[in-house]
């Protein structure tokens, strides 16, 4: 099953040089409480923001460059199909598709499940979500995030399945 998961401010900016465009510690701490002792499927732009394998979790990049350029035990797939492989031979695995917006894009027919964060703030950014067909899925979760000084904006924990 392939999800995506993802954060976005308004205009569906998702990065800021090769990084999150912002600090948000209760998002950081969904994704993680969400894809522990799951899979993450990411691009080697994102994987390179994460600065090693995300612990706890199987560990996928799809990248261009060859295998011996990341750490031991991460799984290195080379292009799209080899992700819709990998997800066909694991049809009852949680695979979250972490972006970035080129991942996104190229699994925009094939994902079940969003989960998005809305942060309801401006940001500034050189990446965006691309768009999706909302009318594909349907809402089945919602939460409104906690505000308060370490997490300062207005969020929105989202989950959509695909109809
Ligand atoms: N807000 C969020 O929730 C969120 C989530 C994820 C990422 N981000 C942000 O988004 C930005 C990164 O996104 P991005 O779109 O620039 O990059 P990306 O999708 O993370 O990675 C792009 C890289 O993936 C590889 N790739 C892409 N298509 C491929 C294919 N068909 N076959 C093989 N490899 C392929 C290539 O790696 P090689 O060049 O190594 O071949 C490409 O350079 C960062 O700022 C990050 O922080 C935000």
Redesign the pocket.
Known sequence: MLIFL???GHDGV???????PWHLPADMHFFKTVTTDNTVI??????E?FKRPLPNRTNVV????AADKFPAGVIVL???EAIREYARERPTEKLFV??????FA?LLDDVDWLYRTVIDADFDGD?WMPAIDYDQFNLVKSRQGVRDTANPYNYEFEQYQRQ
């Open positions: 993802w954060a976005e998702i990065g800021q040089d090769g990084q999150l990411a691009g080697a732009k994102t994987f923001s799809v990248t261009h460059q080379h292009s799209i972490v972006g970035g917006a080129q991942i190229a990446t």
